[in-house]
């Protein structure tokens, strides 16, 4: 276990009334602008930046060498370019494998699935090893395809037998894997050779759907199986992007596409490097690409959707700026009106745990995001969903409330009792690893109804927790809490401003209760497993002094009163997690040696917390 939007719009009305060029915004010229801030610390894995509110982080599979059992069935420990559908009523997730490193030996493609985004199944290989001793790499860009008559299609880059597919049937089981272009294996059949028409038909909606084969790009562009309608750069328009490659060509231009409608019809796509173009005609012609000059992102993944309440998100990796693009944190989310004018940033995963095991091209972080494409499906509900990697070893996927906001305007009075067992705890910012859950359980003794629980026995990463309220200055926190042992674990309880600057911190540990005055640990009470006791947080950020009382179950009250740090003039949010905070996570690369000891579960320490109230 380790350790005001408003004010924006001004600068953004500014920017419209000053620049002439701006009436371009839309067209083919630059098809979408953020015109907010990149006030982005990159001291910190969350930026400093707001959480958007109530996004719940959902490991679905940790790597694991040493029990394959309890990841991926195999002991491999490079993992990367999660991609979600939904169809035939639940949620479906792949994600390609090898076994150290990035494309280097033989790889798989890997398939899960879910009910309700939230409780995932082992994974199986879809896309298997295809001969022993070969390397036969996988890729993926759009594994994806739901045709006319709702079939579900898995499609892969399968190496030395190019792009290949395999049906998804509604029992789960696979169909067979076919080519899909002709001579390109010479052991896999050519799907016109399937007896199933009905397949056949599928794989020729997919080939034939200009708003599909963009995504394929990249696989297949030396390729003379397919013509693309895309409008192709020269190699000199390529250079005069400045993209950090060594000889920059036109085999840089067109990876890890994503495609969305703005609100005027237009169809946009999107690359890596914040490279876009964009058609009127749905897909039957594409602009020129051009470099959009407010989207600094690298070599990373950009998703854009339409919201259930009529708006656009655009998640992303920002680019530090420097040389190196080997940070990929936090990944964010920005929010449009109509999809070409973005604002407000926010963070959707903040968190960069220590990398585990050594590997090549293995950055650190959060990276490659993907969300439900269109025509892919549209779970209950009006949360958006995406998935991502962490450091290219865990698979994650995100469940993010619409409208995204990145602020609170009610009170909070949280029992917890009006939601439902394992369910999504609403208004608040979940972050919860495997072997670090944080979830809603059922009537533990002393609280009836429904409290909120925090478990730990990661011995490289902790469960949080973190509930946003009114931004104030003066703040008083109550709440209901139980440690269920007194020798193993922690739990640190803080209160935060808008960019991560801690105020009040109190902490549990080894059967203590301390908060810190200043930088100095104080002892304040004792507490005892299975005891429920309530603590109560005053907090005068001005007066830089608060107040810790805790109140047993024996009603015996203890107080003290401490000393905040300096910084922040307001506070907005309350943590919760189970081991000392951090600043950043470390890469492993190559050679380096994996992370010792992390295979191997800690003893685990379980928390609940219950009848949160801060006025």
């Known amino acids: 276990m380790r350790h005001s939007q408003s004010h924006w719009l001004i600068p953004a009305c500014l920017v419209l009334l000053a620049c002439p060029a701006l009436a371009q915004v839309g067209?083919?010229?630059?098809?979408?602008?953020?015109?907010?801030?990149?006030?982005?610390?990159?001291?910190?894995?969350?930026?400093?930046?707001?959480?958007?509110?109530?996004?719940?982080?959902?490991?679905?599979?940790?790597?694991?060498?040493?029990?394959?059992?309890?990841?991926?069935?195999?002991?491999?420990?490079?993992?990367?370019?999660?991609?979600?559908?939904?169809?035939?009523?639940?949620?479906?997730l792949v994600n390609k494998t090898n076994l150290i490193d990035e494309d280097i030996g033989s790889g798989q493609l890997l398939l899960y699935t879910s009910p309700d985004g939230m409780h995932w199944s082992f994974p199986r290989p879809i896309f298997p090893l295809y001969a022993k001793g070969e390397a036969n790499n996988v890729g993926l860009r759009m594994p994806y395809y739901v045709s006319k008559d709702n079939r579900l299609l898995c499609i892969v880059s399968y190496g030395s037998n190019g792009m290949c597919v395999r049906e998804i049937n509604r029992d789960d089981s696979f169909g067979p894997i076919h080519s899909i272009f002709a001579d390109t294996s010479k052991t896999i059949p050519h799907f016109k050779q399937s007896t199933d028409a009905g397949f056949v038909a599928a794989c020729d909606d997919f080939l034939q759907d200009d708003l599909i084969m963009p995504f394929w790009w990249e696989m297949l562009r030396?390729?003379?199986?397919?013509?693309?309608?895309?409008?192709?750069?020269?190699?000199?328009?390529?250079?005069?992007?400045?993209?950090?490659?060594?000889?920059?060509?036109?085999?840089?231009?067109?990876?890890?596409?994503?495609?969305?409608?703005?609100?005027?019809?237009?169809?946009?796509?999107?690359?890596?490097?914040?490279?876009?173009?964009?058609?009127?005609?749905?897909?039957?012609?594409?602009?020129?690409?051009?470099?959009?000059?407010?989207?600094?992102?690298?070599?990373?993944?950009?998703?854009?959707?339409?919201?259930?309440?009529?708006?656009?998100?655009?998640?992303?990796?920002?680019?530090?700026?420097?040389?190196?693009?080997?940070?990929?944190?936090?990944?964010?989310?920005?929010?449009?009106?109509?999809?070409?004018?973005?604002?407000?940033?926010?963070?959707?995963?903040?968190?960069?745990?220590?990398?585990?095991?050594?590997?090549?091209?293995?950055?650190?972080?959060?990276?490659?995001?993907?969300?439900?494409?269109?025509?892919?499906?549209?779970?209950?509900?009006?949360?958006?969903?995406?998935?991502?990697?962490v450091s290219k070893e865990n698979v994650w996927v995100a469940r993010i409330p619409v409208p995204l906001r990145l602020s609170v305007d009610q009170p909070v009075a949280d029992t917890f009792d009006d939601l439902q067992p394992a369910g999504p705890v609403t208004n608040w910012n979940i972050y919860s690893p495997s072997w670090a859950r944080v979830s809603l359980v059922q009537d533990y003794p002393g609280s009836p109804g429904l409290n909120l629980e925090l478990r730990d026995k990661d011995p490289a990463d902790y469960a949080k927790a973190v509930r946003v309220f009114p931004?104030?200055?003066?703040?008083?926190?109550?709440?209901?809490?139980?440690?269920?042992?007194?020798?193993?674990?922690?739990?640190?309880?803080?209160?935060?401003?808008?960019?991560?600057?801690?105020?009040?911190?109190?902490?549990?540990?080894?059967?203590?209760?301390?908060?810190?005055?200043?930088?100095?640990?104080?002892?304040?009470?004792?507490?005892?497993?299975?005891?429920?006791?309530?603590?109560?947080?005053?907090?005068?950020?001005?007066?830089?002094?608060?107040?810790?009382?805790?109140?047993?179950?024996?009603?015996?009250?203890?107080?003290?009163?401490?000393?905040?740090?300096?910084?922040?003039?307001?506070?907005?949010?309350?943590?919760?997690?189970?081991?000392e905070v951090r600043l950043l996570g470390h890469a492993r690369e190559r050679a380096a040696g994996d992370l010792p000891g992390t295979d191997e579960p800690d003893p685990e320490a379980v928390f609940h917390i219950d009848d949160l109230t801060i006025k």
Not at 254 to 266: E, S, V
Not at 534 to 547: C, F, G, H, K, P
């Open 27 to 92: 067209g083919p010229q630059e098809p979408l602008r953020y015109v907010g801030p990149y006030n982005i610390n990159w001291d910190r894995q969350d930026g400093g930046l707001p959480p958007v509110v109530g996004v719940q982080n959902i490991q679905v599979l940790r790597s694991n060498r040493s029990h394959p059992q309890w990841s991926d069935g195999l002991g491999w420990t490079y993992h990367h370019a999660a991609v979600m559908c939904y169809w035939n009523d639940k949620f479906y």
């Open 222 to 389: 030396n390729s003379k199986h397919y013509s693309f309608k895309l409008s192709v750069p020269t190699d000199d328009e390529v250079r005069s992007w400045d993209l950090p490659y060594r000889n920059p060509s036109v085999n840089n231009f067109g990876k890890g596409a994503t495609i969305f409608h703005r609100k005027d019809g237009a169809a946009v796509i999107l690359w890596k490097f914040g490279l876009a173009s964009m058609s009127r005609d749905e897909g039957e012609s594409w602009s020129k690409p051009v470099k959009l000059p407010t989207l600094k992102t690298r070599m990373q993944m950009i998703h854009a959707q339409r919201t259930e309440d009529g708006r656009y998100a655009l998640l992303f990796d920002p680019d530090p700026g420097s040389p190196s693009y080997e940070r990929r944190y936090p990944l964010v989310a920005i929010t449009s009106n109509d999809g070409i004018s973005f604002d407000h940033m926010g963070v959707i995963h903040g968190e960069v745990p220590d990398q585990r095991y050594e590997g090549r091209s293995k950055e650190a972080g959060p990276s490659y995001v993907r969300g439900i494409a269109e025509g892919q499906g549209d779970p209950p509900g009006s949360d958006m969903w995406v998935s991502y990697t």
């Open 471 to 579: 931004v104030s200055k003066k703040v008083q926190a109550r709440f209901n809490l139980m440690a269920e042992q007194t020798d193993t674990g922690s739990l640190h309880i803080e209160i935060h401003n808008a960019t991560g600057s801690r105020t009040a911190r109190v902490f549990l540990e080894d059967g203590i209760i301390w908060a810190r005055n200043d930088e100095q640990a104080v002892a304040l009470a004792a507490y005892y497993a299975h005891d429920w006791m309530t603590i109560t947080i005053d907090l005068d950020v001005t007066a830089r002094s608060y107040t810790v009382s805790v109140n047993t179950v024996n009603g015996q009250t203890t107080s003290g009163t401490l000393r905040c740090p300096d910084g922040p003039p307001d506070v907005e949010r309350i943590t919760f997690h189970t081991d």
